[in-house]
């Protein structure tokens, strides 16, 4: 089945500095790359995806990139604020394990005022 | 138009007893998927199922652990004498066929 591995563990950043996660992916059939936010003691929240037949999508100051070839993608954060510390997951979806989604093990993020 | 809803948000169960889990999807979904997440680690897929039918159950435990969704009626997670070990948050999640997965707030299961 699909594996997903997310580096780093822990992001610390100044405020107004970009934040860059990566995650890598085991099944070349996946299709479907989803970020969630999760803020403590919440609900993981949809804050960008990415379809694989798109190499990257933008949304104000988050961006996702895809390289298939590699099976790696990666989220940016730029000018990150205070208010985007939380623990951010990747996920994979599609190919064999087509419907669920596969996440890796999520990425502290803090930034600091 | 009402998110994922599950129920109850937090479940105090002794050793031994059942716990049951409930989640209904958005309207709409027919698709709802089980996760686990255990205080500071990850989601691990538990279960997904469509109306009436389990998809992949690859990472519910072989005993004690059980999921169904109904024709009519809300996701059930079902976890027969719990054990001190099952203590985690659960979620749910819904979605179209191709589309985004939503979550719900989670049950947080608590085993004394």
């Known amino acids: 089945g699909e594996n997903v591995e997310q580096h780093p563990s822990t992001l610390s950043v100044q405020e107004g500095d970009s934040a860059v996660i990566k995650c890598t992916y085991s099944?070349?059939?996946?299709?479907?790359f989803p970020w969630y936010k999760q803020e403590l003691g919440k609900r993981p929240q949809l804050i960008i995806d990415i379809r694989s037949n798109v190499g990257e999508k933008k949304d104000q100051r988050i961006a996702v990139t895809l390289n298939k070839t590699a099976k790696h993608f990666s989220l940016h954060i730029t000018e990150t604020q205070p208010e985007d510390s939380a623990v951010y997951f990747c996920?994979?979806?599609?190919?064999?394990?087509?419907?669920?989604?596969?996440f890796g093990q999520g990425t502290i993020l803090t930034v600091h005022p | 138009n009402a998110g994922v809803m599950q129920n109850p948000r937090h479940l105090v169960r002794r050793r031994g007893q059942e716990a049951r889990l409930r989640c209904s999807p958005m309207?709409?979904?027919?698709?709802v998927y089980w996760y686990r997440q255990l205080p500071e680690e990850g989601l691990k897929f538990m279960v997904y199922l469509q109306k009436e039918n389990i998809i992949d159950e690859s990472g519910m435990p072989k005993e004690r652990f059980s999921a169904e969704f109904p024709k009519e009626g809300p996701s059930i997670l079902r976890i027969q004498q719990v054990v001190r070990g099952d203590s985690a948050a659960y979620f749910c999640a819904s979605s179209l066929r191709d589309g985004e997965a939503f979550f719900g707030q989670g049950t947080r299961l608590t085993v004394v």
């Open positions: 099944d070349s059939a996946s299709n479907y």
């Open positions: 996920a994979a979806r599609g190919g064999t394990s087509y419907g669920k989604l596969t």
């Open positions: 309207k709409g979904h027919s698709h």
